[in-house]
């Protein structure tokens, strides 16, 4: 069975960080292209990050470049979102999601194919 395991989220001051994990289990990460999004209350589903398959490389919204950083760890089947200096307009619930092909940007929620149960993010002082 494929599934996505997010955890890390939780209750962060202003400025501080915190650092995401998504795990897989029935399949090898590096085979995918994998991607972070988030949801607010009363917001549609945004696009965070993602790095992708074959060259690594990564990609991120505009909103989180220079806070954020994506990687993998292959050896441990584990993406990871670093967030540093989280602002009160981070706090969402965060998704990973694995895209069976090679993606070249923060693409849309529809090119990604398994989906994690999502983990709640919450900055507030």
């Known amino acids: 069975q494929l599934q996505l395991v997010e955890s890390g989220g939780g209750l962060v001051q202003p400025g501080g960080s915190l650092r995401l994990s998504c795990a897989a289990s029935?399949?090898?990460?590096?085979?995918?292209?994998i991607g972070w999004f988030r949801q607010a209350p009363g917001k549609e589903r945004e696009g965070v990050s993602c790095?992708?398959?074959?060259?690594?490389?990564?990609y991120y919204a505009d909103s989180v470049k220079g806070r954020f950083t994506i990687s993998r760890d292959n050896a441990k089947n584990t993406v990871y979102l670093q967030m540093n200096s989280l602002k009160p307009e981070d706090t969402a619930v965060y998704y990973c999601a694995a895209a069976r092909v090679r993606l070249f940007g923060v693409a849309p929620w529809y090119e990604y194919n398994y989906w994690g149960q999502g983990t709640q993010v919450t900055v507030s002082s």
């Open positions: 790095v992708s398959k074959s060259d690594g490389s990564t």
């Open positions: 029935g399949f090898t990460l590096d085979y995918y292209s």
